[in-house]
């Protein structure tokens, strides 16, 4: 038997290319990151964490309002690879981009108000204790992130976890790798002394490694059937865990509504970003008063939305077969077509705006996430009505309601974590509001003072300033104190 002398050389990590959607030329290659590389990443972070946390408030302030003026000198770079990789056209870039420094800036200025040690009432029956409440950092988090808003979504996250003092190690979808390189690298160039925010790079098998890598929390942002295996890989190690998953938003539209400006609004909330928008309406209930006046203004300005000047393309390839059987389907189980139909799907482009009205509420098209520029018009009785359809989903993430008369009761009723009122999607471009989903949409929360209190542990301290007069909780206590804790229950409990 022969024995061989020399160990064989370690295995060149196996690599992946980030292609253009509409031309599939390369991008960009990276390694696809294992699971030695992914831990390896988070000890790392491990130490840099504790050096990020002892700068202070003060000190991250500081780096993440010099990231953002780096990200804003730099942002010719990341319209161009945004339209690359994942070919949107220069308005949904520059608007990505915009609502992006608006989050970092929020985070980086608010952090020390939301999260800083502060006194807290001790209550009667422990007013000998002086309280305090801390939001400390976990330490590491891992940051899974999609493709379809690959800096905005991320930095929703990022910003957030690193404003309340945690080292972060940043997985983007393996379409968009590039992007989250950008984001990474503008950051070194801000904080070179330590890995505070690293990359790695690869597909599920590395989001997966990032789950099981021992991170303190994971952040996740992508569709619902990943989301799921992430709370199970996270499972085993009782990892904390953030969902931001799909959605399926509707737009209600009242009898008393703006007719003119709800149409521009279905439009705009299903269209931007080629429909790949988690809070992208998908569905539209309007009142039978103003029914026809609607389906007829929106018919005339939908055709006249165009792909490759107002959206781009499908960026994953896959979307357009699911795109095209819930159009096939909502047609064959009695919808109508408005605008488009599945002859305007022609890859990588839905070529315009897909409307179509009357569709069954049980279909796959009103069920699932659809993901692309087809916007489904129903007729409701009224606005209340309206509001019942569009919580009858599993899904609850955002929604859009125009109407005059009890607007805010109307907005109160929907089941969701947002809704812009006389709007579309106005709610993520508010970084003091939190930005979150219930049911099928995911739990947790970003952006906001919610947003960073995600990524902090509340810790809690009591000093006793002097004995209690009344000091029950020792061995050392006499006869009458407990009879006496008994009569100063009762009277506090009767109060
Ligand atoms: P996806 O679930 O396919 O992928 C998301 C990320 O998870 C990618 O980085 C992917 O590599 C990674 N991943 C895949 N398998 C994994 C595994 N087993 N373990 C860990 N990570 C794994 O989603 P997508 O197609 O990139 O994004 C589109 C979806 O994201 C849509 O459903 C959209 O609604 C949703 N989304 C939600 C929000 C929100 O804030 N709620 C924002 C943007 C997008």
């Known amino acids: 038997?022969?024995?061989?002398?020399?160990?064989?050389?370690?295995?060149?990590?196996?690599?992946?290319?980030?292609?253009?959607?509409?031309?599939?030329?390369?991008?960009?290659?990276?390694?696809?990151?294992?699971?030695?590389?992914?831990?390896?990443?988070?000890?790392?972070?491990?130490?840099?964490?504790?050096?990020?946390?002892?700068?202070?408030?003060?000190?991250?302030?500081?780096?993440?309002?010099?990231?953002?003026?780096?990200?804003?000198?730099?942002?010719?770079?990341?319209?161009?690879l945004l339209r690359r990789e994942n070919g949107k056209v220069r308005a949904d870039a520059v608007i990505e981009l915009s609502a992006t420094l608006a989050l970092v800036d929020w985070a980086a200025r608010n952090a020390h108000r939301v999260l800083r040690r502060r006194a807290v009432p001790s209550g009667p029956l422990m007013f000998n204790q002086a309280s305090t409440l801390e939001y400390k950092p976990y330490g590491v988090i891992g940051v899974i992130g999609p493709w379809n808003y690959p800096v905005f979504t991320p930095v929703g996250s990022l910003a957030y976890a690193l404003a309340a003092g945690n080292a972060v190690v940043f997985k983007p979808s393996e379409f968009t790798p590039a992007c989250g390189k950008w984001l990474t690298d503008t950051f070194t160039e801000v904080v070179p002394e330590h890995p505070v925010l690293q990359l790695t790079t690869g597909a599920g098998p590395t989001g997966a490694a990032l789950c099981a890598s021992g991170v303190d929390k994971i952040a996740f942002t992508g569709s619902r059937a990943t989301g799921t295996r992430v709370l199970e890989a996270c499972a085993p190690s009782v990892t904390p865990v953030l969902l931001e998953l799909g959605g399926k938003d509707a737009l209600v539209v009242a009898e008393d509504a703006d007719v003119e400006a709800a149409v521009e609004a279905a439009l705009w909330g299903g269209c931007s970003n080629a429909g790949q928008s988690c809070t992208g309406i998908e569905r539209v209930y309007v009142a039978d008063a103003v029914y026809e006046r609607f389906e007829a203004r929106l018919t005339e300005r939908a055709a006249r939305i165009r792909a490759r000047e107002d959206f781009g393309p499908i960026t994953m390839p896959g979307q357009l077969d699911i795109i095209r059987r819930h159009v096939e389907d909502a047609l064959a189980c009695g919808g109508r077509a408005l605008v488009g139909g599945p002859e305007s799907i022609e890859p990588p482009y839905v070529l315009g705006p897909i409307v179509l009205a009357d569709v069954p509420e049980d279909s796959a098209a009103l069920r699932e996430e659809t993901f692309g520029p087809v916007l489904i018009v129903n007729r409701v009785r009224d606005a209340q009505e309206g509001v019942r359809r569009a919580n009858d989903s599993p899904y609850g993430l955002g929604a859009a309601i125009f109407a005059r008369r009890g607007v805010t009761d109307l907005a109160r009723a929907v089941r969701s974590g947002m809704v812009s009122i006389d709007d579309v999607m106005a709610f993520p471009g508010v970084p003091s509001l939190p930005f979150g989903g219930v049911g099928a949409s995911g739990f947790g929360r970003i952006h906001g003072a919610d947003g960073l209190r995600e990524f902090t542990v509340p810790h809690a301290v009591t000093r006793r300033r002097f004995k209690a007069p009344l000091a029950v909780s020792t061995y050392a206590r006499g006869p009458k104190d407990i009879p006496r804790l008994e009569r100063v229950a009762r009277f506090l409990g009767s109060r």
């Open 1 to 80: 038997m022969s024995i061989p002398h020399t160990e064989p050389a370690p295995a060149e990590p196996a690599r992946f290319t980030s292609r253009d959607p509409v031309t599939a030329e390369p991008v960009a290659t990276f390694p696809a990151d294992d699971e030695t590389a992914v831990r390896r990443k988070v000890a790392r972070a491990r130490e840099a964490a504790r050096w990020w946390d002892a700068l202070g408030h003060d000190g991250r302030r500081a780096r993440l309002l010099t990231w953002k003026r780096v990200m804003t000198r730099r942002r010719g770079e990341i319209i161009t």
